[in-house]
C-alpha cells in the first residue's frame, strides 16, 4: 500500500555486454525515521525469460512483478526492513501517492530467489533491530503465489515478516500464508462503505472480512488510516472505523497518516486525473480529534 511515503523510484535501465538489461547495483542508504530511500529495483536481477515462460513462472509464484524495494527504519513494521513494492492494484485511492504501482504491467519482473538472496544478506541487520520483510504495494495479494514464496523463504530464513495490504484482496491470503505472517499492516480507509467507495472505487467488506480472519488467527495487525479533509474526516465515519478497529484483539496499534500532497505529480506524469488537487492536509487540530476519537475506544495511536 503506497499510503504513507512518495517514493522516486523509476531507475534507468542500462544494458551489459550481452544485451540484457541489468540495473545499477547501488545499495541504498538505510532510512532513518520515517525518511524512505528507494532503491526503485536497484541490485536485483531483472527477468529475461520469454513472455510465455515468464506466465508459468508468475502462476508458480517464482516470478513477480516488482515496483521497488527499499530497507527502512521505524516504518512498515518494527525495526529496519526490507519492503518490496509489487506492482498492481485493484483499488484507485483518490489519494495514492504511487500511481504507478497501480499497473502490474508497470513492474520489473524479479524472481523470488533474487529477492530472498537480499533478505538473507540483511538478516544480520533485521535481527540486531528487531526487524525484517515487509511486503508491500501497489497490492501485494495480487500476487499471491509470489508473496506466499516469498513469506515461506523469510520465514524457512528466520525472518519475521509482515504484509501491507488493504485486504481488498483478502479471499486470496491462504491460510498458510497468513501462517508465515507475523504482522499485518491493514489500512482501513474508511469506515462508511459510501465513502470507501468514493476514495477507492471498490467496496468496504471485503477489508472488514479480512481484518476479522487475520485476527481470529492471532496475527498482530497494525491498523492504518489515511485522514483527508472533506474526504475520510467525517466523525461519524471515522467513528465507524474505530468501532470495527475495537473489535479486532490482536490491533496493537493505529496509524493515523495525514494526507499531503507528495503524489501529486505522478498523476500528472502518467497522464492521470488527480482529483484532490485542492485539498489541504489537515490542520494539526483535525489530526489530534481523530487520534483521540481512536483513543477513545481504548486503541493506541501513533
Ligand atoms: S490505489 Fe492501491 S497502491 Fe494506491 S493507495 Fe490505494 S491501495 Fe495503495
Avoid at 512483478?65 to 525495526?79: K, M, R, Y
Amino acid at each position: 500500500m503506497t499510503t504513507t511515503a512518495f517514493r522516486p523510484t523509476e531507475q534507468a535501465a542500462q544494458r551489459d555486454r550481452c544485451g540484457a538489461p541489468i540495473v545499477d547495483l547501488t545499495v541504498p542508504v538505510v532510512g532513518g525515521s520515517s525518511v524512505r530511500s528507494s532503491a526503485g529495483t536497484a541490485g536485483l536481477d531483472v527477468s529475461e525469460a520469454e513472455r510465455s515462460e515468464r506466465f508459468a513462472q508468475m502462476r508458480a509464484g517464482e516470478l513477480g512483478s516488482v515496483h521497488s524495494w527499499e530497507l527502512v527504519t521505524a516504518v512498515d513494521g518494527p525495526g529496519t526492513r526490507l519492503t518490496v513494492f509489487l506492482s498492481g492494484c485493484p483499488l484507485r485511492c483518490l489519494y495514492c501517492h504511487n500511481p504507478d504501482t497501480m499497473e502490474m504491467r508497470r513492474g520489473e519482473p524479479v524472481l523470488v530467489d533474487e529477492l530472498l538472496a537480499r533478505v538473507e544478506r540483511y538478516r544480520a541487520v533485521f535481527a540486531v533491530t528487531g526487524g525484517g520483510l515487509t511486503v508491500s504495494g501497489g497490492e501485494p495479494l495480487m500476487q499471491p503465489a509470489f508473496v506466499s514464496r516469498l513469506l515461506r523463504g523469510a520465514k524457512e530464513r528466520g525472518v519475521s515478516t509482515a504484509l501491507d495490504t488493504s485486504g481488498y484482496l483478502g479471499a486470496h491470503c491462504s491460510d498458510a500464508m497468513l501462517g508465515d505472517l507475523d504482522l499485518v499492516l491493514l489500512d482501513v480507509k474508511s469506515g462508511d462503505p459510501d465513502t470507501y467507495r468514493r476514495v477507492t472505487g471498490r467496496e468496504l467488506q471485503p477489508t472488514l472480512d479480512f481484518g476479522r480472519r487475520v485476527a481470529a488467527s492471532g496475527t498482530e495487525i497494525w491498523v492504518r488510516f489515511v485522514l483527508v479533509p472533506g474526504l475520510t474526516d467525517d466523525v461519524e465515519n471515522v467513528e465507524a472505523v474505530a468501532r470495527y478497529v475495537a473489535t479486532l484483539p490482536t490491533v496493537s496499534r493505529v496509524e493515523v497518516l495525514p494526507f499531503h500532497q507528495m503524489g501529486k505529480d505522478k498523476w500528472e506524469q502518467l497522464g492521470m486525473k488527480y482529483e484532490l488537487e485542492d485539498t489541504r492536509a489537515p490542520e494539526p487540530e483535525l489530526v489530534d480529534r481523530v487520534r483521540e476519537q481512536f483513543r477513545a475506544h481504548g486503541l493506541t495511536v501513533h
